[in-house]
Nanobody, 124 residues
Framework: QVQLVESGGGSVQPRGSLRLSCIASAVTHRAIYMGWFRQPPGKGREGVATIRTGDGRIYYADDVKGRFTISQDAAKNTVYLLMNSLKPEDTAMYYC?????????????????WGQGTQVTVSS
């Protein structure tokens, strides 16, 4: 059973930075996708960034391109999300997910494993 544990959330001022971490246990499939999704207050969950762990292919949502960077440390079974130039609209609960997306990699179907989430608040 894959387990995901996120950390690194918090409160930051606009234009600040945060780095989220997701440690995965019991991940054995080399081609699994590991991604970050977020759910802003009162809205649905949306894909932010994902990485195909086998070859490192990466996908980003349009509104985070150039500001967020997803990366992995395979030896530590850890995926990171470095978030720069944060905006108030980035405020959300951020979730780590793992699985094999059945459609576009930034959509939820196929991500069978989810962490508990870590809150990111961007406010002055």
């Amino acid at each position: 059973q894959v387990q995901l544990v996120e950390s690194g959330g918090g409160s930051v001022q606009p234009r600040g930075s945060l780095r989220l971490s997701c440690i995965a246990s019991a991940v054995t499939h080399r081609a699994i996708y590991m991604g970050w999704f977020r759910q802003p207050p009162g809205k649905g969950r949306e894909g932010v960034a994902t990485i195909r762990t086998g070859d490192g292919r990466i996908y980003y949502a349009d509104d985070v391109k150039g500001r967020f960077t997803i990366s992995q440390d395979a030896a530590k079974n850890t995926v990171y999300l470095l978030m720069n130039s944060l905006k108030p609209e980035d405020t959300a609960m951020y979730y780590c997910a793992a699985g094999f997306p059945t459609g576009w990699p930034l959509e939820q179907p196929g991500y069978n494993y989810w962490g508990q989430g870590t809150q990111v608040t961007v406010s002055s």
